[in-house]
C-alpha cells in the first residue's frame, strides 16, 4: 500500500492530474494505491482522493472535467486505457474530460507491459472527499456557513451552546464521497470525538469553542477535508446607571430622548410664532434609560483576517422576519439583540393596553449596534448593544397662552416587564444564542396644577430582574 500526495508514481506507471483553476474550485489532496486480487488476477487499485464544493447555491450536484495523464515508466507501454486499445509504442497518453461531480465516484481502467510483455492493469477512482453535517443538524442546532476567504474548501459550522431550547449533546458530522470502509482502511479523523459510525464524528455543545475537525489521510497526513465547528454564546450584562454610553456601543447618548442611563425627567418647551399667533409645545417626559451589552464567544470567529464563517455582511438591511415567534424582528445583522415585552399601561386607573403575553418589542433597529467586528480599538469587539428607555412623555398644546391640545387624564401608569436576548442568523433561520435576561421599568405620573409629576416616592423604576 502506497499513500503520498499527487502524482502518482508506481512501478511501470506515472499518474498526473492537471489542476484546472477555473469553478468549481477543488483540490487533489492525495493518493492511495492497494493490489487487490479478482478471479484470480491482480490489479492495483488507485485511490485519488479530492476535497471541494462540488454543489452549487441551491445544493445541486454540478458537473465538472478532469484531465488524467498516463505516462509509461523506462521498459513499459500503455497498451490500454478504459476501452482504448493501442498498438506499440505508446508511452503518454490523456484522458480527458473525465466527468465528475458529486453523485457519482468515476474511475478509469489502464493496463502497461513492460520488455517481456508481461502485463499489469489498474482502475484509477477518484472519490470526493468532504465533511457535511449528519442528518437533523443543519437547520436544527445549527447551520453551515461559507467562509470570508473566497474558494475556501474549509467549511464552517455554527451552533448555538446547548440549552433548555436546543438541548442536544453534540453536534455529529459524517464523511461523504466514500463508502464506510473506503473511509476506514485509508481516512482518518482528528478533533473532536467518536461518533456514530467509523465515518463520522462529533463535537460537545457544552462550552463556547472552535473545533477544527478535519479527514486525513492514514499514511501520509495529509488533510483531506476540514470543517470547523463553532459552539457560539452571548453573556449579556445591562447598566442602569452612567451619562454615556459604553465606548464600543455606536448608539450614542444623544441619539436618545433619554438624557442619561437610569430613571430621568424633564421638561421641554418649543415655542414658534406664526399667523396664527404664539404656539408652545410642552412635552414631560418621564425615561427609564437602559444599556444592554453582549458580549459573544468565541472571539476568533469575528477574526476576519482568518478563516472564519462569512458573518459580517452588515449593510445588507435583513428587514423584518415574518416567522420569528410573537411577530416581526428588525435586524441589520446576522448579529441581533432583541427584544420581548409585557405591558399594563393605565390612564386613571383604567386600563387602556394590556399585554400579559409576551410580545416583541424590536420593530427597528436604530436602537442597536448589531456589529461586534469593530470596537474603540479597530479591533473586533465580540460584542453588540442594545438601550431602551421606556416611559411616558404627556404633553400640551396651547396657542397665544390658551391650552389647545394636551394629553388626556390626570394620573398615568406605565409598567413593563422585558426579556432581553440575541440571536443569530444561520441560513434561513435565527437561532437564540443567550438567555433570556428580565428586566422592568415602570413610570408613574400624576397632574399637579397643569403640569405632570413624578407620582411619589416610588413613581420611576428600572431594574434587572423581574419586578
Not at 133 to 147: I, L, N, R, T
Not at 440 to 462: F, L, Q
Amino acid at each position: 500500500m502506497h499513500a503520498a500526495p499527487l502524482p502518482v508514481e508506481l512501478t511501470g506507471i506515472k499518474i498526473e492530474v492537471p489542476e484546472k483553476p477555473e469553478p468549481p474550485v477543488w483540490t487533489t489532496v492525495g493518493w492511495v494505491a492497494e493490489v487487490v486480487e479478482v478471479a484470480g488476477k491482480e490489479a492495483t487499485h488507485i485511490y485519488i482522493f479530492y476535497a471541494g464544493d462540488l454543489h452549487n447555491e441551491e445544493n445541486v450536484a454540478i458537473p465538472y472535467e478532469i484531465d488524467l495523464m498516463f505516462t509509461a515508466q523506462d521498459g513499459y507501454r500503455i497498451k490500454q486505457v478504459a476501452d482504448e486499445t493501442f498498438t506499440p509504442p505508446v508511452e503518454t497518453y490523456t484522458k480527458e474530460n473525465l466527468p465528475v461531480s458529486a453523485a457519482t465516484t468515476p474511475s478509469v481502467s489502464f493496463t502497461i507491459v513492460d520488455g517481456d510483455e508481461h502485463e499489469s492493469s489498474g482502475v484509477v477512482h477518484f472519490l470526493p472527499i468532504a465533511i457535511e453535517p449528519d442528518a437533523d443538524m443543519s437547520g436544527v442546532v445549527g447551520d453551515v456557513v461559507e467562509s470570508v476567504q473566497e474558494n475556501s474548501i474549509i467549511k464552517h459550522f455554527i451552533t448555538p451552546k446547548k440549552s433548555t431550547e436546543l438541548d442536544q449533546d453534540y453536534v455529529e458530522l459524517k464523511a461523504v464521497g466514500v463508502h464506510a470502509d473506503i473511509f476506514t482502511k485509508f481516512l482518518k479523523w482528528e478533533g473532536g470525538e467518536a461518533g456514530s459510525a467509523e465515518d463520522k464524528r462529533k463535537v460537545k455543545r457544552d462550552t463556547t469553542r472552535k473545533t477544527e475537525v478535519k479527514i486525513k489521510m492514514q499514511q501520509c497526513g495529509t488533510v483531506a477535508s476540514q470543517m470547523n465547528v463553532w459552539v457560539v454564546w452571548a453573556e449579556l450584562t445591562a447598566r442602569t446607571e452612567g451619562a454615556e454610553m459604553h465606548d464600543n456601543n455606536e448608539i450614542r447618548m444623544a441619539d436618545n430622548e433619554f438624557r442619561k442611563l437610569g430613571s430621568d425627567s424633564y421638561t421641554n418647551v418649543t415655542i414658534t410664532e406664526g399667523l396664527e399667533g404664539i404656539v408652545t409645545w410642552t412635552t414631560y417626559y418621564f425615561l427609564n434609560g437602559i444599556e444592554w451589552r453582549a458580549d459573544i464567544n468565541p472571539k476568533e470567529i469575528f477574526d476576519t483576517e482568518n478563516n472564519v464563517p462569512k458573518l459580517n455582511d452588515l449593510n445588507e438591511r435583513l428587514g423584518y422576519n415574518p416567522d420569528a415567534p410573537n411577530g416581526f424582528r428588525a435586524a441589520y445583522s446576522d448579529w441581533d439583540m432583541t427584544r420581548d415585552m409585557k405591558r399594563t399601561f393605565t390612564i386613571d386607573e383604567n386600563i387602556i393596553i394590556d399585554h400579559s403575553d409576551w410580545v416583541t418589542d424590536d420593530n427597528g433597529d436604530n436602537d442597536e449596534d448589531g456589529n461586534p467586528y469593530d470596537g474603540a480599538a479597530d479591533e473586533p469587539s465580540g460584542e453588540i448593544f442594545s438601550v431602551d428607555g421606556p416611559g411616558l412623555s404627556p404633553n400640551k398644546r396651547s396657542l397665544d397662552g390658551v391650552i389647545q391640545h394636551e394629553t388626556a387624564g390626570e394620573s398615568m401608569e406605565n409598567k413593563n416587564a422585558f426579556q432581553e436576548w440575541v440571536r443569530i442568523k444561520l441560513g434561513q433561520n435565527w437561532f437564540r444564542i443567550s438567555k433570556k435576561e428580565d428586566w422592568h421599568s415602570k413610570v408613574s405620573i400624576v397632574k399637579e396644577n397643569g403640569s405632570w409629576i413624578i407620582s411619589g416616592n416610588n413613581g420611576m423604576a428600572v431594574g434587572v430582574g423581574t419586578e
